[in-house]
């Protein structure tokens, strides 16, 4: 006789083409087993989903725990920590930490910071730096990114390559936001390895020409 280590029972199971009823039977860690007759044998937790719909482990393409860095915002244990609590099992961590992904030595040393913390599987996302770091592209690329970050009008720390927000040109030892020539650079390096370039879409001169505006007004009434 079967002995199953979970059984979920009576849920509506999802899937991405269809919904059913049934139920799941786990064995060893695994699902063994997914169908609407029972299977015989018993289980050491049998859950009962009645009313409750399944679905298979979900994916965060997209968190920010800042670890290492500014960890007082998140840290990456409490953020997998909670994305395990709501049901995502997998989480793609973004690249803008101190230091950043931006080569593959820091890849290879963020890889081994967030194993120890992980809660949930995970990936890295590769940052883009522009002519700072064109030349790691392929290579972070080899070395497993999930994909690659560019921080569009943000400023760049001339030592750590940490982001700045809010630039303004009197700040010292801060590279200004990357001209549009050094972004079509990055692009073309970037299609090359058929990954996907997610962009943080700020326009630099927008942003200063509207905050001058509002500064002038003063301040307003609601």
Not at 72 to 92: M, N, P, Q, R, W
Request: hydrophobic share 35%.
């Amino acid at each position: 006789m079967t002995e199953w280590d979970h059984i979920i029972k009576n849920g509506k199971i999802a899937t991405s083409e269809n919904c059913y009823a049934g139920d799941i039977y786990i064995k060893d860690g695994k699902i063994a087993a997914v169908t609407s007759e029972e299977l015989p044998g018993e289980a050491e937790q049998i859950t009962d989903a009645s009313g409750c719909y399944v679905l298979p482990g979900l994916m965060d393409t997209h968190i920010h725990s800042r670890d290492p860095g500014s960890t007082y915002k998140e840290d990456f244990y409490h953020s997998t920590l909670a994305a395990a609590s709501g049901g995502i099992t997998l989480v793609f961590e973004m690249p803008n930490t101190n230091p950043p992904v931006n080569n593959v030595e820091n890849l290879h040393n963020q890889i081994q910071n967030l194993s120890k913390k992980a809660n949930v599987d995970f990936g890295v996302w590769g940052i883009c730096l522009g002519d700072l770091n064109l030349s790691s592209i392929q290579p972070l690329y080899e070395a497993g990114v999930i994909g690659f970050k560019f921080f569009w009008g943000y400023a760049i720390k001339r030592d750590t390559y940490e982001l700045v927000y809010n630039y303004t040109p009197e700040m010292k030892d801060i590279i200004p936001p990357l001209n549009d020539g050094e972004v079509y650079k990055m692009f073309r390096e970037v299609s090359k390895t058929g990954k996907i370039l997610a962009i943080h879409a700020e326009n630099n001169e927008l942003i200063h020409q509207l905050s001058d505006e509002i500064q002038k007004r003063g301040p307003q009434r609601l």
